[in-house]
């Protein structure tokens, strides 16, 4: 794999996706924060990745998992303080791990300054200029300006006490900025300076194509004229450090051109591939979309980006053991079966085939571990707005968040110090003790050592990470591809046994191969070609 100390390091990294809540507690109060994190470098510098992306570490009230940020330049007094988190930088980086953070520019937390004020002032300030305050429809403006709806269910307008209304695409507590106000642009333009003047590797940015928007004329709200502006001049911002930072987009987009505008070389490093993570557990389905990746990010000369889960989906444990193996946000529905044994055997596959993929990787945490998706539980103690603005038809995105189990036969299996005077804010599962770190680590076979082991062959071998990919002949039901004249992965995604291609050595397989060499169902094999 190239180099990691090269300017472009986002185009080949193994990155590792922190929700800071649910990593590591450090002072006992069962929220996970930055003293836990800091504590658990040494595992992810074991682990073999090269960066981490922490989900927003902001003051907020936590309407929405975080992502109702209160205060762009300071960190939530749960989590730590703003030295912490430069400590924290200041660490990572003595470790060999670059740090991403989040920046979410669309909305923030109706408690932010910003807003309070909006709320304060008459309508027509400039106050609430910086955000889309509208009067409503009816004979006293009664109805909300349009029928548009929010992506978590419900109107997308919510009145306040002088009668009119304010947009908020997501849920009432988060309020969208007008992105056509030149003080919201400068604002963004010095919150990106802020967190990459101490020492930020890079920049995921939350629903990054939605900020553009006139929600009277249009209820599209998506990829609209004037958002490449924006980003533009944000390359701008970020082209002025030394090494390079990355700015990385949380792009959903089903035109694939209008994604890699996006990737232009003025504009975002890279974009998640959304794609991919969503597709099912069948061959022909994955192959697709893999070229289609490849050809997008093609023209644009940017790397792709592979990633089987993250904070808001299923986790592919649960996912793949269904039978509807493929990820939608509005097919989600509560108890649906899944054979986690199954879910299992597929995740390990899906693992190797995504880690020798060309391009960057992302893994979320847990994943490493096997963690299955935690569906059973309480009501009460769902705090995911998915899950109550649908009426708890959707099960919200909770189960994925659970505090990660670290040692011990009982909860909190570490995550917490012994002398915890506080509970996990999520409950974990009993079982989770025989998927915690220390019971995995050094476990031939273990799911953790399968990762561990994968990670140390992408980062050594110069085949992986960015570069080519060819596919090989194989069965309908296999995807064989090689990165180089040596290197090949070979995936079955079947229900019968696949003969591998010519081979010297098999470096590393999901599951032991059968007696007479051939690769199981549901399992994947990283090869040295003959």
């Given at each position: 794999m190239a180099d990691q100390t090269h300017q472009a390091w986002w185009r080949s990294a193994a990155i590792y996706q922190v929700y800071l809540r649910s990593f590591a507690d450090g002072n006992g109060d069962g929220v996970g924060d930055l003293a836990g994190l800091r504590?658990?470098?040494?595992?992810?510098?074991?682990?073999?990745?090269?960066?981490?992306?922490?989900?927003?570490?902001?003051?907020?009230?936590?309407?929405?998992?975080?992502?109702?940020?209160?205060?762009?330049?300071?960190?939530?007094?749960?989590?730590?303080?703003?030295?912490?988190?430069?400590?924290?930088?200041?660490e990572a980086h003595?470790?060999?791990?670059?740090?991403?953070?989040?920046?979410?520019?669309?909305?923030?937390?109706?408690?932010?300054?910003?807003?309070?004020?909006?709320?304060?002032?008459?309508?027509?300030?400039?106050?609430?200029?910086?955000?889309?305050?509208?009067?409503?429809r009816g004979e006293h403006g009664e109805l909300p300006p349009t029928d548009l709806q929010s992506i978590f269910g419900g109107p997308a307008w919510t009145r306040v006490a002088d009668g009119e209304w304010y947009l908020h695409l997501f849920a009432p507590e988060q309020p969208d900025f007008n992105w056509d106000h030149p003080a919201v642009r400068a604002e963004f333009e010095d919150i990106l300076r802020f967190w990459l003047d101490r020492g930020i590797d890079g920049i995921r940015i939350d629903s990054a194509a939605v900020l553009i928007k006139d929600p009277l004329v249009s209820d599209t709200y998506e990829d609209n004229d004037g958002i490449h502006e924006v980003y533009q001049s944000w390359r701008r911002i970020a082209d002025t450090y030394s090494p390079?930072?990355?700015?990385?987009?949380?792009?959903?987009?089903?035109?694939?051109?209008?994604?890699?505008?996006?990737?232009?070389?003025?504009?975002?490093?890279?974009?998640?591939?959304?794609?991919?993570?969503?597709?099912?557990?069948?061959?022909?389905?994955?192959?697709?979309?893999?070229?289609?990746?490849?050809?997008?990010?093609?023209?644009?000369?940017?790397?792709?980006?592979?990633?089987?889960?993250?904070?808001?989906?299923?986790?592919?444990?649960?996912?793949?053991?269904?039978?509807?193996?493929?990820?939608?946000?509005?097919?989600?529905?509560?108890?649906?079966?899944?054979d986690l044994a199954l879910g299992t055997r597929r995740a390990r596959a899906a693992a190797l085939l995504t880690m020798s993929?060309?391009?960057a990787y992302y893994l979320y945490q847990g994943e490493e571990l096997g963690l299955e998706e935690v569906e059973d539980l309480d009501d009460a103690l769902r705090e995911d707005p998915m899950f109550h603005r649908s009426g708890g038809v959707d099960p919200g995105r909770d189960g994925c968040r659970v505090p990660l189990p670290w040692s011990g036969s009982t909860a909190p299996f570490g995550f917490s110090p012994s002398d915890a005077t506080g509970t996990p804010w999520l409950p974990q599962p009993a079982h989770?003790?025989?998927?915690s770190v220390a019971a995995q680590q050094g476990v031939q076979g273990s799911f953790l050592e399968l990762y561990c082991e994968a990670l140390r062959i992408r980062r050594e071998d110069?085949?992986?990470?960015?570069?080519?990919?060819?596919?090989?002949?194989?069965?309908p039901h296999v995807l064989a591809f090689a990165r180089d004249d040596s290197f090949a992965n070979v995936t079955n995604l079947g229900t019968e046994a696949?003969?591998?291609?010519?081979?010297?050595?098999?470096?590393?397989?999901?599951?032991?191969?059968?007696e007479d060499g051939t690769l199981p169902p549901d399992a994947s094999a990283w090869i040295r070609l003959a």
């Open positions: 504590s658990r470098l040494p595992y992810l510098a074991g682990l073999g990745i090269d960066a981490i992306w922490i989900v927003p570490w902001y003051p907020s009230p936590l309407a929405d998992g975080g992502y109702d940020v209160a205060d762009f330049r300071a960190i939530d007094p749960i989590f730590g303080t703003l030295a912490e988190a430069e400590k924290l930088i200041e003595a470790a060999g791990i670059r740090v991403i953070c989040d920046i979410v520019p669309n909305h923030c937390s109706d408690q932010h300054a910003w807003f309070q004020k909006a709320l304060a002032a008459p309508s027509g300030s400039p106050e609430r200029d910086l955000f889309w305050f509208r009067k409503g390079s930072r990355a700015l990385i987009g949380e792009v959903w987009l089903p035109d694939h051109e209008a994604f890699a505008r996006y990737l232009r070389p003025d504009e975002l490093h890279t974009a998640f591939n959304f794609a991919f993570l969503g597709a099912p557990w069948e061959a022909d389905k994955l192959r697709y979309e893999i070229d289609m990746t490849l050809e997008v990010h093609a023209p644009v000369a940017a790397p792709a980006t592979w990633v089987l889960s993250n904070h808001d989906v299923t986790r592919e444990v649960t996912r793949f053991g269904r039978e509807v193996t493929n990820f939608a946000f509005a097919d989600k529905r509560r108890d649906v079966p899944s993929l060309p391009g989770w003790a025989e998927l110069p085949a992986l990470g960015d570069g080519p990919m060819r596919w090989l002949e194989s069965e696949a003969v591998l291609p010519p081979h010297r050595e098999v470096l590393l397989s999901s599951v032991p191969l059968n």
